[in-house]
């Protein structure tokens, strides 16, 4: 279900409110404020693990998007005055464009890519202002339609294409909800060359809404995937994992070469969320390891 797609490390705070102050919408208070702060259901933050990456010699900040009509918003980041740049569609947890995803969007562009990070909640709301995790879940994550998401980075790919990035190099990455995005994603666009899924939920029940999940697409993946999880997380349970290298192994025999060159990593004692260095869960060695094996991944199969 859902609700296992994230754990929740830090004392849930009060809803920040969504009411109009001052002329001030919901939407203007998320355009001030993606990619700056963190997510209050993510709070406090682990100051001494806090990995800040600075924007000297980028273009870095938020853009708009348009998809069909809707502006979507998202941060972006890549090598100042460069052009022809491999893309990274880069998918954040459950808590939205907070701070963690821009920097990581920093450190993807100072290895040499656009790195494109969609707010992909914000049609159902503001992910970054609730502080319980059960409202955020129940009122925003439940509601997101994965035909959306797919169409809005379907869109991020277009835009990424007019300024400055080469679509004919797509990688595509996200953390718990975005691992999930990304085995689909990654099963979906036929430009995708590769995928990494950092502790992305791989089974669970279908509905309306999300009507397969990474287990069932295995047979339909474009761009091989590399699966980054713990053998700690006690919300993906490792017999998942063994039913997802065994529907790879499947789709493998019968000709899909993306889904028998896929691969995963398990950290023995990793949680999930190792990666998020502003959280209680992070873990340094697992996280550094992962970062190197992604950027090799991505080079290796032709991204970079």
Same mark, same amino acid.
């Given at each position: 279900?859902?609700?296992?797609?994230?754990?929740?490390?830090?004392?849930?705070?009060?809803?920040?409110?969504?009411?109009?102050?001052?002329?001030?919408?919901?939407?203007?208070?998320?355009?001030?404020?993606?990619?700056?702060?963190?997510?209050?259901?993510?709070?406090?933050?682990?100051?001494?693990?806090?990995?800040?990456?600075?924007?000297?010699?980028?273009?870095?900040?938020?853009?708009?998007?348009?998809? =069909?009509?809707?502006?979507? &918003?998202?941060?972006?980041?890549?090598? #100042?005055? @460069?052009?022809?740049? %491999? +893309?990274?569609? $880069?998918?954040?947890?459950?808590?939205?464009?907070?701070?963690?995803?821009?920097?990581?969007?920093?450190?993807?562009?100072?290895?040499?890519?656009?790195?494109?990070?969609?707010?992909?909640?914000?049609?159902?709301?503001?992910?970054?202002?609730?502080?319980?995790?059960?409202?955020?879940?129940?009122?925003?994550?439940?509601?997101?339609?994965?035909?959306?998401?797919?169409?809005?980075?379907?869109?991020?790919?277009?835009?990424?294409?007019?300024?400055?990035?080469?679509?004919?190099?797509?990688?595509?990455?996200?953390?718990?909800?975005?691992?999930?995005?990304?085995?689909?994603?990654?099963?979906?666009?036929?430009?995708?060359?590769?995928?990494?899924?950092?502790?992305?939920?791989?089974?669970?029940? =279908?509905?309306?809404?999300? &009507?397969?999940?990474?287990?069932?697409? #295995?047979? @339909?993946?474009?761009? %091989? +995937?590399?699966? $980054?999880?713990?053998?700690?997380?006690?919300?993906?349970?490792?017999?998942?994992?063994?039913?997802?290298?065994?529907?790879?192994?499947?789709?493998?025999?019968?000709?899909?070469?993306?889904?028998?060159?896929?691969?995963?990593?398990?950290?023995?004692?990793?949680?999930?969320?190792?990666?998020?260095?502003?959280?209680?869960?992070?873990?340094?060695?697992?996280?550094?390891?992962?970062?190197?094996?992604?950027?090799?991944?991505?080079?290796?199969?032709?991204?970079?």
């Amino acid at each position: 279900m859902l609700k296992t797609d994230h754990v929740l490390d830090a004392q849930a705070l009060l809803s920040a409110s969504n009411d109009q102050s001052g002329g001030a919408t919901r939407r203007t208070a998320l355009k001030m404020s993606i990619g700056v702060g963190y997510a209050a259901s993510t709070l406090p933050i682990m100051a001494q693990t806090e990995i800040k990456t600075s924007a000297d010699g980028l273009d870095a900040g938020e853009v708009t998007i348009d998809v =069909a009509g809707f502006k979507m &918003p998202a941060y972006r980041a890549r090598p #100042a005055g @460069k052009t022809n740049l %491999p +893309v990274v569609l $880069l998918l954040s947890e459950i808590f939205g464009v907070h701070e963690y995803v821009a920097d990581t969007a920093r450190r993807f562009a100072k290895a040499g890519y656009l790195a494109i990070a969609p707010e992909l909640f914000v049609r159902q709301g503001d992910a970054q202002s609730y502080g319980e995790m059960a409202k955020l879940m129940s009122e925003v994550i439940s509601k997101v339609p994965d035909a959306q998401v797919l169409g809005d980075l379907d869109a991020a790919v277009l835009w990424a294409a007019a300024n400055g990035g080469n679509t004919d190099k797509l990688g595509v990455t996200g953390f718990c909800w975005g691992g999930r995005q990304t085995w689909l994603y990654a099963a979906h666009n036929p430009k995708v060359k590769a995928g990494v899924a950092w502790y992305g939920r791989l089974v669970g029940n =279908a509905s309306a809404l999300t &009507p397969t999940n990474p287990v069932d697409v #295995a047979n @339909k993946l474009k761009g %091989p +995937v590399l699966g $980054l999880y713990g053998a700690a997380d006690t919300g993906i349970p490792l017999d998942t994992i063994d039913k997802m290298k065994e529907a790879l192994a499947k789709a493998g025999e019968q000709g899909n070469a993306a889904a028998k060159a896929s691969q995963f990593v398990i950290y023995p004692d990793a949680p999930h969320a190792f990666h998020a260095d502003y959280r209680p869960s992070f873990r340094k060695g697992p996280a550094e390891d992962g970062w190197t094996r992604a950027l090799a991944w991505f080079k290796q199969q032709g991204v970079a």
